[in-house]
Every structure is written in C-alpha cells, then in structure tokens.
C-alpha cells in the first residue's frame, strides 16, 4: 500500500516536470535588458499567486527574472505557465557538485530539472558565510554546464570604496570567478556595491556606471569580444524612484532588486524603467 501511493506521487510528479519542461520558454542570450527580483527569505507562500497575477497588465519582453526561495521555485513555474507570464524563473544559490552527500544543497541538475534558467551566485549575503571566489567559480562553471545562466554578484565594502579600492577589488571577483570559463554567452554580472544592499543608499548612477565600465573593460580583457555582450547589472537599494535613473544609463543593462521587489508596484515601476 506504503509503496502504492509513492508509486502515485512520483508519477504524478515526473509527469508534472515533464509538462512544466515541454512548455518551458527560453530568453535569447546575449546583452540586454534585464530586471531581477531576489526575493531572498521573503513573501509567504499564500501571496506569491495574487503578486504574480498584479503583474500581468504590464508589458515585459523577456526581461523579466524571478528568484524565490528554492520550496516555491517548481509552484511558481506552474503559475507562470497557468498566467502566460513571460517571465524566466532563478533560483538563489546552487552546489558545484552534481550529486552527493551535501545535506542543504542543491544542484544544478536538479534546477534545470524544474526550468530554472538562472541562478545568483557569489551573493555579498552567501560571501559573508564564507563563500569565496574560488567555491562562485566553481558554482559559475557548474550552473553553464548544465545550460542555467549565472547572474554573479561582485561589489564592495564601504570600507574598500573610502580606501579607493573599489576596481582593484571588483577586476578581481569578476576575473577570479570567471576563471576556465569559455562560454560568455550565458553569463550575467551584477554590481552591487555591499554598502548600498538593503540600506536605502544606492550608489549614484555615475558611481554605478563608472564600475560598470571596469567590469566591461576586465571581460573584454578575459573574453575578447565575446565580454561586449554580457549584461552588467546594478543592484543596491533600487527603488520606483531611482529606477529610471539607472535605466537612462547606456552601461547600466539592468537591475538586481531585493527589497522593492516584494512590493508590487515598486517592482512594476521598476520593470517599465527598463522596457
Ligand atoms: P536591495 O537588495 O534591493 O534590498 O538593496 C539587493 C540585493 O541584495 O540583491
């Protein structure tokens, strides 16, 4: 009987990822504009389908990302679907490894599986428990094989930008977690300067862009030509009111958003800055 109903369940579950790949929509690659909601350890269950539905009667081109809390990433592609939404589904952290005895993880595999298409990794939040850019490399190297595009955080310390260290720093990350790395077409980079996370005091577009412009010019260094395409995102208490600011800015292809992400009208208003 015990192992009826498991039969069932599994069953029920395959052909539901099955149905989820099937209808599953792919962003073309290459640079461009993108908004991305990290909704990081927030939004109960219960609200996601109403928020998801709020944000039908705006147009979004492909642009669009959201990362939930792994539990709610396979409910929230069924949503999407169910709404026609065009909006691409990441996830917030992955495991380099493929499989194993890694209790709390998850794979890329494992994302891929349910129609992640991209995932944040090297987040200043993960860096603080230790990630390095070593383990980011390695999550980089793993997510592209198995398809799924890295959004990689770099940015820093308030303490590195008042010692002018700011682009010695962030040519760093990008260069480190990039390492054996070929495939430029997938991957996403986003400044977030630590100090302007969650705080209220986002960089200054120039200041923004001033380091967009190191980050461009280290993966044209590493890369050739193919670092002209990859799209550099800011994030650091984006707002409704400073979005069209960023958005104005030729170097600026993006945004990475927390906190006004979970509003949503702020992240509407958000959106259309970039469309
Ligand atoms: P914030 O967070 O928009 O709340 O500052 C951004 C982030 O952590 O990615």
């Not at 990630?131 to 190297?141: F, L, Q």
């Not at 302007?196 to 993966?219: D, W």
């Not at 995102?233 to 906190?259: C, H, P, Q």
Request: one cysteine or more; hydrophobic letters at 40%; proline letters at 3%.
């Amino acid at each position: 009987m015990i192992q009826s109903v498991e039969c069932y369940v599994k069953n029920i579950v395959r052909e539901k990822v099955n149905e989820l790949l099937k209808n599953n929509h792919s962003i073309d690659y290459g640079r461009r504009k993108l908004v991305i909601a990290n909704w990081k350890m927030n939004l109960p269950h219960e609200d996601i389908t109403q928020f998801l539905k709020l944000i039908t009667d705006i147009e979004i081109q492909d642009s669009v990302v959201i990362c939930p809390p792994y539990p709610y990433l396979l409910s929230i592609k069924g949503v999407i679907e169910d709404l026609s939404l065009k909006i691409a589904l990441g996830a917030q952290n992955v495991h380099w490894e493929e499989k194993g005895a890694y209790t709390g993880e998850v794979s890329a595999t494992m994302l891929e599986n349910i129609g992640c298409e991209f995932v944040i990794v090297g987040h200043s939040e993960r860096r603080m428990s230790g990630e390095t850019n070593e383990m980011i490399n390695r999550k980089v190297v793993e997510a592209l094989s198995k398809g799924i595009q890295p959004i990689i955080c770099v940015g820093e310390t308030k303490q590195e930008r008042e010692l002018e260290l700011t682009n010695q720093v962030v040519k760093k990350q990008v260069t480190e977690t990039l390492a054996e790395v070929n495939d430029f077409s997938r991957i996403v980079i986003a400044y977030e300067p630590i100090w302007a996370i969650g705080t209220g005091e986002s960089a200054t577009p120039e200041q923004a862009v001033e380091v967009h412009k190191v980050i461009r010019t280290t993966l044209e260094e590493i890369s050739g030509n193919m670092g002209k395409n990859v799209p550099i995102l800011y994030g650091g208490s984006v707002k409704a009111s400073n979005a069209r600011k960023f958005g104005a800015m030729e170097a600026i292809d993006g945004v990475l958003v927390g906190g006004a992400s979970l509003v949503v009208d702020d992240f509407k208003s958000i959106i259309q800055a970039f469309v």
